[in-house]
């Protein structure tokens, strides 16, 4: 099972980090090498976590060496995105130079989207100014960097910023039809104020139960991905499967003395870059009704850029809530 890399921020919701000791081998995020912003991040639950080699703070710039004098223009798509946000009227963040490296802050402040702070106006570990919206995109991209880049390990890009997932994923003027999975009747959360404690209690007790459920899902996901122009087909071979596995894992649940409550949990499955132009969606009223009677939704929306499918990342996923972060 893969890896939650967890965007935009360094620092995730607990209800996320609960999910993907659930439905994940563990969380990431990307964090920053100096260490004053480091230890901000890396407290309290997520320290214990790290300890049990649940979470895995990642740094681009020395960990995985991504970003070492990479400027603006390596990244594609990103130059384009930011030109398309039109005037940079919003609110501005500090964005902390620990993360991305000197190459590519002068190529943000050359675009116009970003400046050094002025004297005394942010912290010591805080390097660069820039709008929200383009912190947020920046942040998206280096997470699908990530994802795609990493050979030793399986990471999936994960938010839960509409903003972020559609300025990560939606490209400039190409785009091409993704499939959008909803999975959150088919991946129940713990009630908000679960103890930590009691999350890894009911993941190692159910393992069995929770491992078959995540294979069954993941395989579904990755089968979608390989026969995009025929999703149908692909969840009536897995009805049983899936079927089997949610009611396994809903046993389970109801035997743990956990409260559980279902969120919006959506996957983007990127489809073929060959498919530029000419999917044609099936009747999805057939998918629909296969689909609801495994307990997930299944739609199109077009979010994927049209790029090199070497740097597509198959799978990234959106957990929706009432309001925006940024």
């Known amino acids: 099972m893969p890896t939650l890399l967890y965007y935009p921020l360094a620092k995730p919701p607990l209800e996320v980090v609960h999910e993907s000791l659930l439905y994940w081998d563990g969380i990431a995020s990307i964090v920053s090498r100096t260490q004053e912003a480091y230890e901000h991040t890396i407290t309290g639950e997520l320290e214990n976590l790290k300890d049990q080699g649940f979470y895995h703070p990642i740094n681009p710039l020395d960990q995985y060496d991504l970003l070492t004098n990479r400027e603006i223009e390596d990244f594609p798509g990103l130059v384009s995105k930011l030109h398309a946000m039109g005037p940079h ?52 991209t280096m997470a699908q960097e990530v994802a795609r880049s990493t050979l030793n390990h399986s990471y999936t890009p994960y938010t839960d910023q509409r903003s972020a997932d559609e300025s990560s994923l939606r490209p400039d003027s190409r785009k091409v039809s993704a499939w959008r999975v909803e999975l959150g009747s088919m991946l129940p959360m713990p009630a908000p104020g679960t103890p930590t404690s009691e999350v890894l209690a009911f993941r190692e007790r159910y393992a069995s139960e929770r491992e078959r459920l995540v294979n069954a899902t993941q395989i579904m996901l990755s089968e979608l991905n390989r026969h995009w122009e025929h999703p149908a087909d692909v969840l009536e071979r897995m009805r049983k499967e899936l079927a089997q596995a949610r009611a396994d894992y809903q ?56 790029i090199q499918k070497k740097q597509e990342h198959p799978f990234s996923y959106l957990r929706l809530v009432e309001k925006e972060l940024s």
Request: no cysteine; net charge positive.
């Open 251 to 306: 046993e389970a649940a109801k035997s743990s003395r956990m409260a559980w409550i279902t969120r919006s949990i959506s996957a983007t499955v990127a489809v073929s870059t060959a498919a530029v132009g000419a999917l044609v969606v099936p009747d999805l009223g057939w998918v629909a009704g296969i689909a609801g009677s495994i307990g997930f939704n299944i739609a199109t929306r077009e979010v994927r850029p049209a």
């Open 89 to 140: 009227r919003h609110r501005t963040v500090y964005l902390d130079n620990g993360k991305y490296g000197y190459l590519l802050e002068d190529g943000l402040i050359a675009l116009g989207v970003a400046r050094r702070p002025r004297s005394g106006e942010s912290p010591n570990f805080k390097s660069l100014v820039l709008s929200s919206k383009a912190a947020v995109l920046l942040a998206g």
